[in-house]
């Protein structure tokens, strides 16, 4: 890691006479052609209540985002971002394999790497690792201009980011209707998701999702021989696939600034189908994944409402869950009511997650109460300070399953406990 950062230090010294800064802290919407640097880090602070054991305030480097993108030649544009999460730490879990210490392992790596052919506006191509067209907040929210310090438990049920291809456009002649539709691997690369290759919902503990490496020879599961057929490695990509495909695809309308409403979905094939070996659960032959959203707002006051669903989520028959949340914010100075240097945003988000196999049923609700602060609204994303309230209520079985160690059970960005979490942000 040290020398890979000696690497890219020599490297950005090299390119800072020609490189621009960007304004924006995600990079986006930007007229230099670059290549801009533009990134963000989140240092966040949280304090859990209730747990009947030991509790505390701890902090750590919630997000690190360093990203370059640019234009190659009129019509071709990169993008290229490389994350820290959990920064704090580095390696797998504090106690090994025995897992005492779960989800403190660091997580670093390449975020996006994607290049787009806008030769025809209403027709683009974009190719490389990339977001998954599916959901509202997932795919038009950056992790630094999110309303509240976590993403909704949705994300679970949706797609993040995998390597593939994708037609897009958006906006299709100036009409406010935009689209994507795309083919990717049969696996969502990064996150815990309803086509993660490992599986966090899967009470089996074996995937029956996509293998990023290539074929599973000789009709082996759960990735036993991550090795494809055939010949070897051509260039570092594996010559022989799965022949299985995540398809997904998105149409939206937005009515700026008053309403944005779309649908998205995605469907992937599964490794097998039939009695999972060693359980009694039965492997779906795919996973569809879907979900509506609408958001808009005036002068300050702002909505946003998504719904979503997952049938054989992680490959599993019979497993289904789905989400739903609505959420509202009040930024008080576009409102008028504040000066400018109190630049306060108020929000509140209900959400309801359920889990159902076969008749099994488990839910859990997260409300939460949260308070955005930037220190320049003009720039509100490059310093900015939330500060979030969570208050659950749920069924007794994700605590519990929680507290035996079962976190499949637990959707991605779930509280179980009554939390409060402050972060700060920073951005170029």
Do not use: C
Not at 68 to 82: E, H, I, L, R, S
Not at 326 to 349: G, K
Not at 382 to 408: C, E, H, K, M
């Amino acid at each position: 890691m040290k020398k890979n950062l000696v690497a890219f230090a020599v490297a950005a010294a090299m390119m800072a006479p020609v490189v621009a800064f960007a304004a924006d802290a995600d990079g986006s919407n930007d007229a230099n052609t670059g290549p801009i640097l533009y990134g963000y880090a989140q240092i966040t602070g949280a304090q859990q209540f209730g747990t009947n054991g030991p509790e505390g305030l701890i902090f750590g480097a919630h997000r690190i985002r360093l990203g370059v993108k640019g234009t190659a030649v009129p019509g071709v544009t990169y993008n290229f971002q490389y994350k820290w999460d959990g920064a704090y730490m580095s390696g797998g879990s504090l106690a090994g394999a025995s897992g005492i210490f779960k989800g403190v392992n660091g997580n670093s790596g390449v975020q996006d790497a994607e290049i787009n052919f806008g030769f025809i506006p209403a027709l683009q191509l974009k190719v490389g690792k990339f977001r998954v067209p599916v959901g509202m907040e997932r795919t038009q929210y950056s992790g630094n201009n999110l309303w509240f310090i976590q993403r909704s438990m949705n994300q679970s049920l949706g797609a993040d980011r995998s390597a593939g291809a994708m037609f897009h456009s958006s906006d299709v002649m100036n009409t406010g209707i935009y689209y994507s539709l795309g083919v990717f691997d049969n696996h969502s690369l990064d996150g815990n998701n309803a086509f993660t290759l490992f599986g966090n919902g899967n009470p089996t503990g074996v995937a029956n999702v996509g293998v990023p490496f290539g074929g599973v020879p000789n009709g082996g599961v759960n990735g036993s021989a991550l090795s494809a057929n055939g010949q070897t490695d051509v260039g570092g990509v594996l010559s022989n696939g799965t022949g299985k495909y995540l398809f997904a695809g998105m149409i939206g309308y937005k009515l700026n600034p008053l309403l944005n409403i779309e649908l998205s979905g995605a469907r992937a094939d599964t490794l097998y189908s039939g009695v999972i070996p060693g359980s009694t659960y039965l492997a779906a032959n795919q996973i569809d994944a879907w979900n509506v959203g609408a958001r808009g707002g005036l002068m300050g006051l702002k909505y946003m409402a998504e719904y979503s669903h997952v049938t054989s989520y992680q490959g599993v028959g019979g497993l289904n869950a789905n989400d739903w949340y609505v959420a509202l914010a009040a930024n008080l100075h576009q409102m008028t009511l504040t000066p400018s240097w109190l630049d306060i945003e108020p929000a509140v988000r209900f959400e309801r997650f359920d889990w159902n196999y076969n008749g099994n049923h488990a839910y859990l609700n997260n409300t939460t109460i949260g308070l955005n602060y930037s220190v320049d609204p003009s720039n509100p994303y490059a310093a900015r300070v939330q500060l979030n309230y969570v208050i659950p209520t749920q069924g007794s079985a994700f605590r519990a399953a929680y507290t035996r160690g079962d976190f499949g059970f637990v959707p991605t960005n779930g509280y179980i406990y009554n939390t409060l979490a402050l972060q700060f942000q920073a951005g170029f």
